[in-house]
C-alpha cells in the first residue's frame, strides 16, 4: 500500500484533519496526498511558503527565527508545523523546509539538507536529514519522509 493511502486510511480512522507548509518540496506533498481519491476527507489545506515573507506572513514564523537560525533548520520546520496547524486549525501540521539544489548549499547546510517537522495538540516533532541527489530525487525523498512521519506518528500516538 502506497504511503498516502495509509495516511488516508489512518486519518480517516482517527477523524483527523491535515495540513501541509511546504518549502523545497514545492508542494509535492499535497500533490500526492490529493492525488488519492478521498483525500478530501481529511486533507485540509497546502501551503507552499517557499520565501521567508511567506513563512512569516501566512505562518507566523519569527523574523528573529529565520534570522539566527536560517529557513533551513530544526527550529524553522518547527515554526512552520504549528505554525500550519494554527492557521488551518488542522489535528496535524507537516511542514519541509530544505536545499534541493543544485546551488544554495554550504558546508554547514549542503544541497540536501531537509527538516522535517510534525506538529500536533500535545506537542511536535523536527527530524533533520540530508539526502543525495539531483533536485528531483531530494524533493522526491523528502516527500517520502515527510509521508513517512506522518504515518509513523499516527501509528504511535493517540492524536
Not at 43 to 60: C, E, H, P, Q
Not at 138 to 152: E, F, K, T
Request: glycine fraction near 12%; aromatic fraction near 6%; hydrophobic fraction near 40%.
Amino acid at each position: 500500500m502506497k504511503a498516502e493511502e495509509r495516511i488516508l486510511r489512518l486519518m480517516i480512522e482517527k477523524s483527523l484533519k491535515l495540513s501541509v507548509a511546504e518549502s523545497c518540496t514545492g508542494g509535492l506533498i499535497a500533490s500526492r496526498i490529493t492525488d488519492i481519491a478521498g483525500s478530501s476527507e481529511y486533507f485540509d489545506a497546502g501551503m507552499v511558503t517557499y520565501s521567508n515573507a511567506a513563512k512569516i506572513r501566512f505562518l507566523g514564523v519569527p523574523e528573529e527565527l529565520l534570522i539566527r537560525h536560517g529557513a533551513v533548520s530544526r527550529e524553522t520546520a518547527e515554526s512552520m508545523a504549528q505554525g500550519v496547524r494554527r492557521a488551518t486549525g488542522s489535528h496535524v501540521g507537516l511542514s519541509v523546509t530544505g536545499i534541493a539544489g543544485p546551488g544554495g548549499g554550504s558546508d554547514l547546510k549542503p544541497v540536501g539538507t531537509v527538516f522535517i517537522g510534525i506538529s500536533w495538540e500535545e506537542g511536535v516533532l523536527v527530524k533533520g536529514f540530508l539526502f543525495k541527489g539531483d533536485r528531483k530525487e531530494i524533493r522526491q525523498q523528502a516527500s517520502d519522509a515527510a509521508l513517512q512521519m506522518v504515518i509513523d506518528h499516527l501509528e504511535v500516538e493517540s492524536v
